[in-house]
């Protein structure tokens, strides 16, 4: 089992960037695959990214490639999106989730644990 916390969110004018972090509790982090999600109000949650558990794979939606970077430190339970070049279209609750998978998936259903979320607003 795994507990997650977002932090990193806030307040950024377009063009800016930020960096998520995603701090796990548990033995077992580096046993499972992390991704971003994000839900926009009134939208649904849509994928960001993910990454393996060794970071040897990673996978972006199309609308944030180029812009948003993930990446884990196994060793600190840590996972992280880094975004830069932010638009007001990027404006969204950030939920960092982990699946008990090897592969980098795109399927929010394969993952069982959730944050709580971390909240990004980009002023146009």
């Known amino acids: 089992q795994v507990q997650l916390v977002e932090s990193g969110g806030g307040l950024v004018q377009a063009g800016g960037s930020l960096r998520l972090s995603c701090a796990a509790s548990g033995r077992t982090f580096s046993s499972y695959s992390m991704g971003w999600f994000r839900q926009a109000p009134g939208k649904e949650r849509d994928f960001v990214a993910t990454?393996?558990?060794?970071?040897?794979?990673?996978n972006y939606a199309d609308s944030v490639k180029g812009r948003f970077t993930i990446s884990r430190d196994n060793a600190s339970k840590t996972v992280y999106l880094r975004i830069s070049n932010l638009k007001p279209e990027d404006t969204a609750v950030y939920y960092c989730?982990?699946?008990?998978?090897?592969?980098?998936?795109?399927?929010?259903?394969?993952?069982?644990?959730w944050g709580q979320g971390t909240q990004v607003t980009v002023s146009s």
């Open positions: 990454i393996t558990r060794n970071s040897d794979t990673t």
């Open positions: 989730a982990a699946a008990s998978v090897n592969y980098a998936t795109s399927d929010s259903r394969k993952f069982g644990y």
